[in-house]
Every structure is written in structure tokens, then in C-alpha cells.
């Protein structure tokens, strides 16, 4: 399962990931990841939540984050969501470019039974289409 949250930059997608990951941690019978570049996240997590800065990793372009997002399943079989904020920084390619990436994350999700949980920064009417339907409103 992918959910995207997705909004203009200072939207407030950040501090609803955070609600999510704590919210989930709370209930979920098993582990959860949140994935960020930088370390700001860290003080707004709850201890449970695996809290990773992707800048420490020298991710470059989607092959790499699918690597790096199988490695991570791969290493804890009890995990049931991984969060991701700030997609685009992460990845750091167009949304238009990444349709097959997005097929690829849905076979992986399913196949692992993991929740992905995906926040991405983009201006009204430039969502692509083909992410609609992974599309989320959450009430702030």
C-alpha cells in the first residue's frame, strides 16, 4: 500500500508524517521507519519509530532509494511502515520521470506487506496523474 500526502512547501506535510508515524507506532503490531533528509525530525518522533537521514547514504536517483528501501526490509521482517518525507529531495528527479519507480514501490509494498506512507512537495496541478490514486487527505 502507498498513501502519498502531497502539497505546496510549507503546508504542513512534514508535521502530519509526524502525526502518522507516532499515531502508527502507537497501534501498528509491528516496526516502523521514517526516512528524512536531515536530522529534524528526530525531537518530533516518538522512540519507537527507526528515525534514518538518507543524506548519511549518498542516495542518487530512484535504482539507489529501491536499493536502499529493499535493504531495509530486507534486515527486519517485522517492519510494517515506512515513512517518507520529502520524496523528491530524496530521489532528486522530476515526478513526471518516475512513473515506473511508483510501480516499482507498489509490486515492493505489497510483496513485503508494508505500508508506505510518502510525502512530496509540489505546486497545485502539478501532481501527475498517475499518482492520484495513491492520493491522501489528512486533516491537519
Known amino acids: ?3 502519498i500526502i502531497h502539497g505546496a ?9 509526524f502525526t ?8 501498528a503490531k509491528g516496526n516502523c521507519v521514517f526516512i528524512a533528509s536531515g536530522k529534524n525530525a528526530t525531537y518530533n518522533l516518538k522512540h519507537a519509530i527507526r528515525f534514518i ?28 511502515y ?4 520529502g520524496f523528491t529531495k530524496i530521489v532528486n528527479h522530476p515526478l513526471d520521470t518516475l512513473e515506473q519507480f511508483f510501480e516499482y514501490l507498489d509490486v515492493f ?10 510525502s512530496i512537495s509540489v505546486q497545485d496541478g502539478e501532481f501527475p496523474d498517475y499518482l492520484k490514486k495513491y ?6
Do not use: H, W
Not at 9 to 17: L, N, P, S
Not at 20 to 27: D, G, P, Q, R, T
Not at 66 to 74: D, M, R, V, W, Y
Open 53 to 80: 537521514d538518507v543524506t548519511e547514504y549518498g542516495i542518487n536517483g530512484p535504482k539507489m532509494f529501491a536499493g536502499f528501501l529493499s535493504g531495509i526490509a530486507a534486515q527486519d521482517f517485522d517492519l510494517e
Open 1 to 3: 500500500m502507498i498513501k
Open 135 to 140: 492520493s491522501i487527505t489528512i486533516q491537519p
Open 20 to 27: 502518522l508515524a507516532n499515531e502508527s507506532a502507537s497501534s
Open 109 to 118: 509494498s505489497k510483496n513485503c506487506n508494508i505500508k508506505l506512507i510518502i
Open 82 to 85: 515506512i515513512f517518507i518525507d
Open 9 to 17: 512547501k510549507g503546508t504542513g506535510k512534514t508535521m502530519r508524517m
